[in-house]
Structures are given as C-alpha cells and as structure tokens.
C-alpha cells in the first residue's frame, strides 16, 4: 500500500484476497488497483467462468488450458475466492470483472522533486531507451526484479514493486520495505510469514501490520 498525495494506492500481491475486499475497494475513490499476476490470473478464469454454457458451446468451450490454468489459480489460493464469487449476482460479477479489467498496470508520480514509477512486479528486459507503454504485460506483473540492479541513472528516479516478497530479497531476507539501488519494494510477506506495509512517498516512511502467521 502506497500513500500519495492526493490518493492512495492499493497494490495486493495475494490470490486470497477475496471478494468482499475487492468490493469494498471498488468503492474507495482514494484507492488506485494495479493488477498483478494473480488478479490477471483470476480475471482471465473468472470472465471464462461467467459465460453461459449452452447446448450449442458445452463442448468446446471450455478447453484443457482453461482447466489447467483454473487448477493452477485454486492451487494458488483461490478457492475461498472462487466460493465466493459464485454466490455473487450477474450485476456484482459483472461489476467485479470490470473493475479488474481497469485496473492499472502502471502509475507515474512526481513529488518533491521525485519521480516514482510503480508496476506490479518489474520492468522486465529494462531498457532505458523503453517507453513503460512498449513493455508487455508479462514484463510488468510476471517478471521479478533485479534488486541489485540500479535501472535508473537518475538517483531521484525510483521503481516501486511488490510481487517479490522481501524476505526473498537476497543480503535483506526481512519484511521490512527495500530501499536500494533506486528500487522501493513494499511486498513485505503479509501471507508467507511477513508483515503488510504502507509506505508513504511523502515521508518515506513505512507502516506495518503483522500479517498471517505460518504453522
């Protein structure tokens, strides 16, 4: 979670997120969604789920990729969400497929002298003669950024992550918010063992709550 002046940003990096959460976003005009891999993940599955089967498609319609990637969601956590959702009325799976279908894939912000670019997960294959709107999708909410890797020569530039938890931030392996070599990375664990953070550009200062605890 990003607090900037004079919105805040919400980035969740957890397929368990579920759907009342969502519902409730949706109805923040402070909260900016960025989509990340496993929200793209579940809008792909879910807008194929809502489609009625019909004599006329039953099948073909659904085809083994569909299933296999569906498998690999509910593997992934989203079984709870996917109860969930099926409870929901045509109007408010509508109302949700349309709203992650909005969803940013990237933000720029400029404060106090400051750029900050925000993506789910990296710049992938990072070309400082790339424009963010030449990079594919898959390079902003799939790849895993070099933290070690200054991308920027503009020490005032700064890239703002999630998607990598920062315990798995080699020589850092804490949920603590990274601030290194221009990166800021804010997925600090909250469903692996870690902490959920808010971090704020005005201050750069972090928040943080204890997130779940593992058995």
Not at 53 to 69: G, R, S
Request: proline letters at 2%.
């Amino acid at each position: 979670m990003i607090r900037r002046p004079p919105r805040s940003t919400l980035s969740s990096s957890s397929a368990a997120s579920d759907v009342y959460k969502r519902q409730d976003m949706m109805k923040r005009k402070n909260v900016v969604r960025f989509i990340g891999n496993h929200e793209f993940m579940m809008y792909t599955i879910l807008k194929k789920l809502t489609v009625e089967i019909t004599a006329e498609n039953c099948e073909n319609y659904l085809e083994t990729d569909d299933i296999l990637k569906y498998n690999q969601w509910i593997q992934n956590g989203g079984y709870n969400t996917a109860k969930q959702f099926s409870q929901l009325s045509q109007n408010e799976k509508a109302n949700i497929l349309n709203y992650l279908r909005n969803s940013s894939i990237y933000e720029t912000i400029d404060y106090n002298n400051k750029e900050y670019i925000l993506v789910h997960a990296d710049l992938g294959e990072y070309s400082p003669d790339k424009a963010l709107e030449d990079y594919e999708l898959d390079e902003l909410i799939d790849h895993r950024a070099d933290y070690s890797k200054r991308y920027f020569q503009n020490a005032n530039k700064y890239l703002i992550t999630g998607h990598t938890p920062t315990l798995h931030i080699p020589d850092w392996e804490k949920a603590e918010v990274y601030e290194k070599n221009g990166h800021i990375a804010i997925d600090c664990g909250c469903v692996c063992g870690g902490r959920l953070a808010a971090y704020c550009i005005e201050t750069g200062m972090a928040t943080y709550v204890d997130g779940m605890k593992l058995k």
